[in-house]
């Protein structure tokens, strides 16, 4: 059965031609929302722990880090290749040569064919990107920018310090590179609507991008946001999972099939969630999606032309 939609696993195993896992690593950055450079409180959801595997810890090197996180996915493909996946935090926030050391650190481990970096759009600069650019010549490099949204008044809310013009920019310079651009999105942020989400993806059908994640908005334990959810709920629409799938499905109508969707769910650990509480798997979450696909007998991209504004129909 064919996909409703671009999948980037199935993009990137065509395009390398063999099968690739991420794994995911702990540098030990901070970012400039905690560390003072633009605020000490981070984003209003941000709780690194609750998509950190236990492996990574910024104690750990990251040739162990990449020891151990192979060793556990080794064990169901043995011959796979590897992209290290610099997740935590801002990934491109410290000086520039400690960055290229722990990048070329992750490149020397054999079997690693590539790197993914997560970072935010005001902490690239032409130097670094031109390094990118570079290695992009020679190895599989991927930079994933924290959008989270595409409104300016929702990303003051959630104290993300900077605007969505930022985001635009830094991936426009990215991809001009020829570096794999990705963003990164949340569905269900405080005073957004379905109309709001709609609005993000006709937004983001106008850059230059590779690859998209969504997520769904979690409440995580020990954030600013479980504190307003508890004290504000009516902030808040948080969906339940057969309405975010229709909206996610709205939202891929209005994408270009061209980009690659890597993500459209997490699922954080149950100590560390306050809600939602759907209790599904990324891959059981991606079998709902396409069946609800089937029965809507749509797919990606269905209705993006008519979000371009220079297009006209004859
Ligand atoms: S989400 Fe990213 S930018 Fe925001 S506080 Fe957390 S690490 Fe920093």
Same mark, same amino acid.
């Not at 070329?104 to 690239?124: F, H, N, Q, S």
């Not at 013009?165 to 005073?191: D, F, K, S, V, Y």
């Not at 890597?262 to 979450?285: D, G, V």
């Given at each position: =059965?064919?996909?409703?939609?671009?999948? %980037? /696993?199935?993009?990137?195993?065509?395009? $390398?031609?063999?099968?690739?896992?991420?794994?995911?690593?702990?540098?030990?950055?901070?970012?400039?929302?905690?560390?003072?450079?633009?605020?000490?409180?981070?984003?209003?959801?941000? #709780? #690194?722990?609750? @998509?950190?595997?236990?492996?990574?810890? *910024?104690?750990?090197?990251?040739?162990?880090?990449?020891?151990?996180?192979?060793?556990?996915?080794?064990?169901?493909?043995?011959?796979?290749? %590897?992209?290290?996946?610099?997740?935590? %935090?801002?990934?491109?926030?410290? *000086?520039?040569?400690?960055?290229?050391?722990?990048?070329?650190?992750?490149?020397?481990?054999?079997?690693?064919?590539?790197?993914?970096?997560?970072?935010?759009?005001?902490?690239? #600069?032409? /130097?670094?990107?031109? %390094? @990118?650019?570079? !290695?992009?010549?020679?190895? +599989?490099? =991927?930079?994933? +920018?924290?959008?989270?949204?595409?409104?300016?008044?929702?990303?003051?809310?959630?104290?993300?310090?900077?605007?969505?013009?930022?985001?635009?920019?830094?991936?426009?310079?990215?991809?001009?590179? #020829?570096?794999?651009? &990705?963003?990164?999105?949340?569905?269900?942020?405080?005073?957004?609507?379905?109309?709001?989400?709609?609005?993000?993806?006709?937004?983001?059908? =106008?850059? *230059?991008?590779?690859? !998209?994640?969504?997520?769904?908005?979690?409440?995580?334990?020990?954030?600013?946001? &479980?504190?307003?959810?508890?004290?504000?709920?009516?902030?808040?629409?948080?969906?339940?999972?057969?309405?975010?799938?229709?909206?996610?499905?709205?939202?891929?109508? $209005? !994408?270009?099939?061209?980009?690659?969707?890597?993500?459209?769910?997490?699922?954080?650990?149950?100590?560390?969630?306050?809600?939602?509480?759907?209790?599904?798997?990324?891959?059981?979450?991606?079998?709902?999606?396409?069946?609800?696909?089937?029965?809507?007998?749509?797919?990606?991209?269905?209705?993006?032309?008519?979000? $371009? *504004?220079?297009?006209?129909?004859?």
């Amino acid at each position: =059965m064919s996909l409703r939609y671009n999948d %980037y /696993t199935t993009l990137l195993r065509e395009q $390398l031609n063999e099968r690739v896992q991420k794994i995911s690593i702990n540098a030990g950055f901070t970012c400039p929302n905690r560390d003072g450079t633009l605020g000490y409180g981070g984003c209003t959801y941000c #709780n #690194n722990q609750s @998509f950190n595997p236990d492996y990574c810890k *910024p104690s750990k090197s990251v040739t162990t880090q990449l020891d151990e996180g192979i060793r556990f996915f080794r064990k169901k493909h043995e011959d796979q290749k %590897y992209i290290a996946y610099f997740q935590a %935090y801002t990934n491109t926030y410290a *000086p520039f040569d400690n960055l290229i050391k722990l990048y070329e650190e992750a490149l020397a481990y054999p079997k690693v064919i590539g790197i993914a970096i997560g970072t935010r759009p005001d902490c690239v #600069n032409d /130097t670094i990107l031109d %390094y @990118f650019a570079h !290695l992009a010549k020679s190895c +599989y490099v =991927m930079i994933e +920018y924290g959008v989270e949204s595409t409104c300016n008044d929702t990303l003051q809310f959630i104290h993300r310090g900077h605007t969505f013009e930022q985001a635009e920019e830094a991936i426009r310079i990215t991809a001009t590179r #020829n570096i794999a651009t &990705a963003a990164h999105l949340i569905i269900g942020l405080p005073h957004e609507t379905h109309e709001t989400w709609l609005q993000h993806a006709r937004k983001l059908s =106008m850059l *230059p991008l590779s690859v !998209l994640k969504l997520h769904q908005l979690q409440i995580i334990k020990g954030t600013q946001m &479980a504190r307003q959810y508890g004290e504000h709920p009516e902030w808040f629409h948080l969906s339940t999972l057969e309405n975010y799938i229709d909206t996610v499905i709205d939202f891929l109508e $209005l !994408l270009p099939p061209a980009i690659s969707m890597e993500r459209f769910a997490s699922q954080s650990p149950a100590q560390l969630l306050i809600a939602p509480a759907w209790k599904t798997k990324n891959h059981e979450f991606v079998v709902k999606l396409q069946r609800r696909m089937e029965e809507r007998d749509t797919f990606q991209g269905k209705k993006w032309r008519s979000t $371009l *504004p220079h297009y006209t129909i004859k």
